[in-house]
């Protein structure tokens, strides 16, 4: 127990916590007996201000593996537990996660709060549509077991509820079965955003992952330029079937300390993103490659949030209807790039249907863009394309976002209401509580 000067991955905002560790679960009925408000918290892996809170409670030490069911391809694990940790145990036993999203440091916990998608979502939906049961310590000190048949309306909150609806325990989850940890990779290269997504709609029904790699700062005809990249697990290979399940290792490469904030600026972007998008040489190339580098590219640089300086950045992430996607995409990239805001992170992807009533995606294009904070000026911006966005029937993520305001996430999110209703229902004194959700008018 202590006082913590704490962030998100973005490094901003920034809340000095009182973080309390539950190391047992009966720690969690007793600090809720304590009295104050709360907010379960992971590896704060989500980029804004969702994992912070001025009182929290660490679920790290609940890292545990409860239960593994090979005949039926089940896991029960405690919230606190990393999807590295999980990965770990699962690959060499022929196993994968369902979803994941682009990074395998977050916990178990915080993924099923933030209802995580990945390059599989045209697909296969979010990380809810894997999970059977959710065990949960709610505001009064109770335990309860949730799942799609049990207390529903409970388990449709929880699931994206952003940590508000009580603390997730553990959970179970169905795994998908691989034969080999290595993924059948096709990547494509395309002169302009209109070729990537026709990219993506020739190949939607052909491979279950799929993302593509943006330079957000071309312009002209090569506004939107992308690599595409495709890819499936892998059949195993013959010559080599002791490497076919190997685990991924640590990396070895991190940031040491904070770059000067300059160091990101359009002229070096723009340097960085010309020679990423040549890099490939050719338009279509086919290879085997690794899951780790395939589904967790940056994890091999360990604290490379560093290089966006003390100030950090912003993550701004969208979903936006395919109807009218491309015109509200290209208009966004343009403004961005006249803007000069420099994002060498820029991905897309295609989402299908989300049930959640909290849920981020929809049928549509996402587009995630990670913007340095070189001072507060870039906020408003951002609030203008967010204006974009609604008008375009679209939303924003919420574990990524830091800036929204109130007025704009209400417009963005149609079962608001109802998911306030049932947070009063199991929450009725507004005991679990964030930065995010004070902003918003969450809690």
């Known amino acids: 127990m202590g006082h913590r000067l704490t962030s998100g991955w973005g490094l901003y905002p920034t809340v000095t916590a009182h973080v309390h560790t539950a190391r047992l679960p009966v720690h969690l009925k007793q600090l809720l007996a304590a009295g104050g408000t709360w907010l379960p918290q992971g590896n704060c892996r989500s980029y804004g201000d969702g994992c912070l809170a001025p009182q929290v409670v660490s679920m790290l030490a609940l890292n545990h593996l409860l239960d593994f069911d090979p005949s039926r391809g089940t896991v029960r694990a405690q919230a606190g537990i990393t ?3 999980l990965l770990r145990f699962l690959v060499p036993r022929g196993w994968f996660l369902p979803v994941t999203p682009g990074t395998k440091f977050p916990t178990l916990g915080g993924c099923l709060a933030a209802d995580v998608h990945g390059k599989n979502h045209h697909l296969d939906g979010t990380l809810r549509n894997f999970v059977e049961q959710l065990d949960m310590v709610l505001a009064d000190g109770s335990e309860i077991s949730c799942s799609p048949q049990d207390h529903p309306d409970l388990f449709r909150a929880t699931l994206g509820g952003m940590g508000l609806t009580g603390i997730i325990y553990a959970a179970t989850l169905r795994l998908r079965r691989i034969e080999s940890a290595f993924i059948d990779m096709r990547s494509v290269r395309t002169g302009s955003l209109a070729e990537a997504v026709q990219v993506f709609s020739e190949t939607h029904a052909n491979y279950p992952y799929s993302v593509a790699w943006i330079d957000c700062l071309a312009r002209g005809r090569q506004l939107g330029r992308a690599i595409v990249m495709l890819g499936d697990h892998a059949a195993p290979a013959s010559d080599q079937p002791d490497r076919e399940l190997t685990v991924h290792r640590s990396g070895s490469v991190s940031v040491p300390f904070f770059l000067p904030g300059p160091t990101l600026n359009r002229w070096t972007v723009k340097a960085f993103n010309t020679l990423y998008y040549h890099r490939q040489w050719r338009r279509d190339v086919r290879t085997r490659v690794h899951y780790d580098p395939f589904f967790y590219p940056l994890d091999a640089i360990g604290n490379w949030n560093r290089i966006y300086g003390r100030k950090g950045f912003l993550q701004y992430q969208f979903v936006i209807p395919f109807n009218n996607g491309m015109e509200v995409m290209t ?18 992807k295609t989402m299908g249907p989300q049930d959640g009533l909290l849920a981020f995606p929809m049928p549509g294009y996402t587009l995630a863009l990670d913007i340095r904070r070189s001072d507060d000026s870039i906020i408003p911006f951002l609030r203008e394309l967010n204006e974009t966005v609604i008008a375009a029937g679209g939303r924003n993520y919420l574990a990524k976002d830091a800036i929204m305001p109130r007025d704009q996430f209400e417009r963005m999110y149609p079962g608001l209401e109802e998911f306030r209703r049932i ?7 507004g005991r679990f509580k964030s930065t995010q959700s004070a902003r918003l008018g969450l809690s």
């Open 83 to 85: 999807l590295d940790d």
């Open 331 to 348: 208009d966004i990239l343009e403004r961005i790039a006249a803007r000069g805001a420099a994002s060498f992170l820029a991905v897309l």
């Open 423 to 429: 947070k009063r229902t199991v929450d009725p004194e």
